[in-house]
């Protein structure tokens, strides 16, 4: 059975950092896509970013330059600094490989003063 758990999330204020992680079982992680979306209230899930199978990081334009992707040990964390109150949202994690396709539950972040 594959399962994502997020983790990480919690109020933080603007300019600060936090750290998620996704630790999954039942997959291997370097075989998969893993991304990361995250979602607003009111407002559509959106892409954050995401790592490939390959390795290889890609980054919506306002998580460029303040989030990183890395992938050690089977978890996927995305290392979130200088957090702004649009980036409130709930974060969740998602494995895909050919028509397969896993979420997890979501971690909520706050940035708020």
């Known amino acids: 059975q594959v399962q994502l758990v997020e983790s990480g999330g919690g109020l933080v204020q603007p300019g600060g950092s936090l750290r998620l992680s996704c630790v999954t079982s039942g997959i291997i992680v370097y075989a998969f896509h893993m991304d990361w979306y995250r979602q607003a209230p009111g407002r559509q899930r959106e892409f954050v970013a995401r790592i490939t199978s390959g390795g290889n990081a890609h980054y919506s334009d306002f998580a460029r330059g303040r989030f990183t992707l890395s992938r050690p040990n089977n978890t996927m964390y995305l290392q979130m600094n200088d957090l702004q109150p649009n980036d409130t949202a709930v974060y969740y994690c998602?494995?895909?490989?050919?028509?397969?396709?896993?979420w997890g539950q979501g971690t909520q972040v706050t940035v708020s003063s």
């Open positions: 998602r494995a895909t490989r050919s028509s397969n396709e896993y």
